[in-house]
């Protein structure tokens, strides 16, 4: 199989286009790769901790590399750090990046963009399947996710938190995407298919950053990973838009 390393933000998106990258069975996947705030010592948008990251990784059986970038993060730094990352997959082999988005045809065309300077290709394994499809399936299959951000310009505090499943589905207002794929919400994948065991952890304090409400999460029975160990928070440049 060829080889390929997979945009992962630890969300509902992502969990779900790695399923279908591992399930196709064209490719193998040697690593996450994920952004990371490094002022907050979480994953950048979702401001999820690096334990519950690696505690994903581990659950996949999958290496994890973080690449991390400043607070307030520019499309120009965000690009710069993800193009070192990127190129020295590249020398080792690996030419295509999978991603999780779904209809955003801006962020589709910026990846693309990016990664054709390095020689490189993007994947996009669930690119316009109709969004309400994807979180019946996502759902009904036994993944399991709970929201840790939310954009209150789109949703109230109520909305943070909370589990997705049928209730949450059926509740959101008509105006809001069922994925949240225009920004309107971040999850937290803790069980899926591919998982070896679920994730444990509890609901923390609850923090507002400009028109953001983070969840956040305390992971149960693990250790953070040492700074900077192949492993970023409010910054929202154009290319961590979709990852949801």
């Known amino acids: 199989m060829k080889p390929i390393v997979f945009c992962w933000s630890g969300g509902k998106d992502s969990a779900l286009a790695l399923d279908a990258v591992q399930r196709a069975g064209e490719y193998e996947v040697v690593s996450l790769l994920t952004t990371v705030t490094a002022d907050y010592d979480r994953i950048s948008m979702h401001g999820v901790r690096r334990a519950l990251l690696h505690a994903q990784a581990r659950a996949l059986g ?30 080792k082999g690996v ?54 951000c939310i954009d209150t310009r789109q949703l109230t505090d109520v909305w943070v938190g909370r589990n997705l499943d049928a209730d949450f589905v059926r509740e959101l207002p008509a105006a809001v995407d069922p994925c949240g794929e225009n920004g ?5 994948v803790y069980d899926a298919p591919n998982f070896a065991a ?15 409400l983070f969840q956040d999460l305390i992971p149960q029975g693990l250790h953070e990973p040492e700074a900077g160990a192949d492993s970023s928070g409010s910054s929202r440049p154009l290319a961590l838009q979709g990852d949801i």
């Open 184 to 188: 309107e919400f971040h999850s937290y």
């Open 95 to 148: 030419e295509t990046m999978a991603f999780g988005d779904i209809f955003l045809e801006d962020l589709r065309a910026y990846r693309e963009r990016n990664l054709a300077k390095l020689d490189m290709r993007a994947l996009f394994p669930i690119w316009k399947i109709p969004t309400p499809e994807l979180m019946q399936d996502f759902i009904a299959r036994g993944f399991r996710a709970v929201t840790v």
């Open 62 to 91: 999958l290496p994890v590399q973080e690449v991390l970038i400043p607070k307030d993060a520019s499309n120009d730094i965000y690009e710069a750090q993800m193009g070192v990352a990127l190129a020295d997959w590249h020398r």
């Open 198 to 212: 679920p994730i444990a952890f509890t609901l923390g304090e609850r923090v507002w950053r400009d028109s953001f």
